[in-house]
């Protein structure tokens, strides 16, 4: 019996055709074709998909699929290569430049509370400024990848 959520993908010859996909209501003049068994797909040439995906590091980068028909099905390996010092310098410098635009979002917002004549106490005016200083010294941190944010005040 067929699962509600099975992507299929089409299988010429044993050689996969395409990609993975909900099966079509009509195929090759069989209408209702999406309720066929899968015994009676795969006489059609449709198989079901099993994915499989790799054992992943922060250091890996998916390069692609490799499809193998397998039995009654198509599994579907992920494939992966170690990511090099040049795409994670630049991952690094993307990861940065985020936290900056955040860091100016933050800093925007809450721009009011260091007018002379806005309608808060010194004490919380105060508060505020020590925020705004934090989220300043935010590209300071040493890793970018847990930035620690600071608590804006009540």
Same mark, same amino acid.
């Given at each position: 019996?067929?699962?509600?959520? !099975?992507?299929?993908?089409?299988? =010429? @010859?044993? %050689?996969v055709k395409g990609y993975p996909r909900p099966l079509p209501q009509n195929w090759a003049d069989v209408s209702n074709f999406y309720l066929l068994e899968n015994e009676r797909l795969r006489q059609y040439g449709w198989y079901p998909v099993r994915f !499989?995906?790799?054992?992943?590091? =922060? @250091?890996? %980068?998916?390069?692609?699929?490799?499809?193998v028909v397998e039995g009654t099905e198509v599994v579907q390996y992920e494939q992966i290569k170690l990511k090099t010092q040049d795409e994670i310098q630049q991952e690094n410098i993307q990861l940065l430049e985020n936290i900056r635009e955040e860091r100016n979002k933050l800093l925007f917002e809450?721009?009011?509370?260091?007018?002379?004549?806005?309608?808060?106490?010194?004490?919380?005016?105060g508060k505020w400024k020590q925020y705004?200083?934090?989220?300043?010294?935010?590209?300071?941190?040493?890793?970018?990848?847990?930035?620690?944010?600071p608590t804006k005040p009540e």
């Open positions: 019996m067929r699962g509600i959520d !099975v992507d299929y993908i089409q299988v =010429e @010859n044993g %050689v !499989v995906p790799a054992t992943k590091t =922060e @250091n890996d %980068v998916v390069t692609g699929q490799n499809f809450c721009d009011w509370t260091q007018l002379t004549d806005v309608p808060i106490s010194e004490e919380n005016k705004r200083q934090a989220l300043r010294d935010i590209t300071n941190q040493s890793d970018p990848h847990n930035i620690v944010w």
